[in-house]
């Protein structure tokens, strides 16, 4: 019962830091862009 | 880790789609919508990624009203069958968790709107997610029928939201987009709340057709129609669009007008009965988007 309950944690905390990474970079990618923008570069 | 502790849903951490949830995602595609709308109606469009920015903003302080408003909202939540299977009523995730990730989300959501448009823009968001918070969910809605009149100001601030980021200033133009939100807000909700009338009472939620009956609430669906129409027919007259939105914006009130005078006739007080209610429901959704749509084209139209 406490391992499955423990293998149920340990997925789901891997998902979320998944999901969490990804979404960083995802900002980080944006706030380039956004710097980029803000400043008047045109590429 | 003790055992007990794991027994319990809630103790266990969240899982991410839980937090999708919590933001609404469902209800906010209108509020995006309308927020592109108030943007690309704007005189002046800002650079793709600002533009683009400026409506995850205005997504992710919707979301952020979303999990606020649940996590107060849990036990009347519980009451409802329409909403007791959401992340909190049903165990799935400790309030205070949603309540975090509430606050973070719209403080994330100002701050980046603020650094990325322009101080106007996220000064109105940081309004609309406030009002929505305090003045609809935790003042206006448990205790008035009139929280949906009142309250409709929280969902019409998109617009407003998306043409002061892509110019930095109001106009009079987004403030009708306002009160066309605003107007509508109340037929629309008051259309649902009709046959779903039982969850509502037994939430305690004084909505119209719990507190003043149900003859009452078609006749108040029809009388604010009216003003709604006059709002949304109004920008052509006063030259702030052309003759394509203002033909489409009458002929889709017309419709509009013509189903809540269906709603306000209907005697039926089963809602499996309530059909005029179903309609007017989903084409005000459909009069929303078609509406703000009409207004986009109208702008980049050549005639």
Redesign the interface.
């Known amino acids: 019962?406490?391992r499955q309950?423990?293998e149920?944690?340990r997925k789901?905390?891997r998902?979320?830091a998944r999901?969490t990474a990804l979404l960083l970079g995802a900002f980080v990618v944006?706030l380039f862009?956004?710097t980029?923008?803000?400043t008047g570069v045109n590429w | 880790?003790p055992?007990l502790e794991?027994?319990n849903p809630a103790a266990?951490?969240?899982?991410?789609r839980d937090f999708l949830a919590l933001t609404k995602p469902r209800v906010m595609y209108l509020v995006v919508f309308t927020g592109l709308c108030g943007m690309l109606a704007a005189p002046t469009l800002p650079?793709?990624?600002?533009g683009f920015?400026a409506i995850?903003c205005v997504a992710l302080g919707a979301g952020a009203c979303g999990a606020l408003n649940q996590w107060y909202e849990v036990d009347v939540d519980a009451k409802m069958r329409r909403t007791a299977k959401r992340p909190l009523p049903a165990g799935r995730m400790d309030p205070q968790s949603a309540l975090h990730f509430g606050i973070g989300l719209a403080v994330f959501s100002v701050l980046l709107m603020g650094?990325?448009t322009n101080w106007l823009a996220a000064a109105l968001l940081a309004a609309s997610i406030l009002f929505y918070v305090f003045i609809y969910t935790v003042w206006l809605k448990p205790r008035t029928a009139q929280n949906i009149v009142i309250g409709g100001a929280a969902g019409a601030f998109p617009p407003l939201i998306g043409w002061a980021a892509a110019t930095g200033s109001f106009a009079a133009l987004p403030l009708l987009l306002f009160a066309i939100i605003f107007l509508w807000t109340p037929p629309h909700f008051w259309a649902l709340s009709l046959f779903v009338r039982s969850d509502y009472a037994a939430a305690g939620i004084p909505m119209l057709p719990v507190v003043a009956g149900i003859e009452s609430t078609r006749r108040q669906i029809l009388i604010y129609t009216l003003p709604m129409v006059a709002a949304a027919v109004a920008p052509w007259p006063l030259g702030l669009t052309g003759h394509v939105y203002g033909i489409c914006a009458a002929v889709l009130s017309f419709v509009f007008l013509v189903l809540a005078a269906r709603v306000a006739g209907n005697r039926a007080t089963e809602p499996a009965q309530m059909a005029p209610e179903k309609h007017l429901f989903a084409y005000s959704v459909f009069y929303l988007f078609a509406l703000f749509a009409v207004l986009v084209a109208d702008r980049f139209l050549p005639w």
């Open positions: 019962m406490v309950e423990d149920i944690i789901r905390q998902e979320r999901v944006l862009f956004i980029i923008a803000k | 880790m055992t794991l027994t266990l951490p969240a899982d991410w650079p793709l990624v600002l920015t995850l650094l990325a």
